[in-house]
């Protein structure tokens, strides 16, 4: 098999375990890492990878799992922050003046 695509697929299977570790990272912290991590953008595919190599395919199955746990975290977090954006947004009973200012 040609080195060339074998590694041109571990580069892109890197580049989306990093993603992947990001988003796990940035759910447990409940903070945006985007701008400090040098990691900007969206994850875009490789144009051209071909197949993925037989000898990355359990690698690959791993990255899915991995993916999978990222994105559970990501919802856990997202819907902890919504319940507390709620919070901060409940409508409050409009108060009722007691007094009336006859002077001012």
Do not use: C, F
């Amino acid at each position: 098999m040609d080195a060339e695509p074998l590694l041109r697929w571990q580069e892109a299977l890197d580049q989306l375990q990093q993603h992947a570790e990001r988003a796990i990272e940035m759910a447990r912290n409940r903070r945006n890492l985007a701008a400090t991590d040098g990691m900007e953008g969206d994850w875009a595919p490789p144009a051209d990878l071909g197949a993925l190599p037989a000898a990355l395919a359990r690698r690959a199955r791993q990255l899915v799992t991995l993916q999978e746990q990222a994105a559970g975290l990501v919802r856990k977090s997202r819907s902890a922050v919504e319940h507390e954006l709620a919070a901060l947004t409940e409508s409050r009973t409009e108060v009722q003046p007691i007094y009336v200012d006859v002077i001012g």
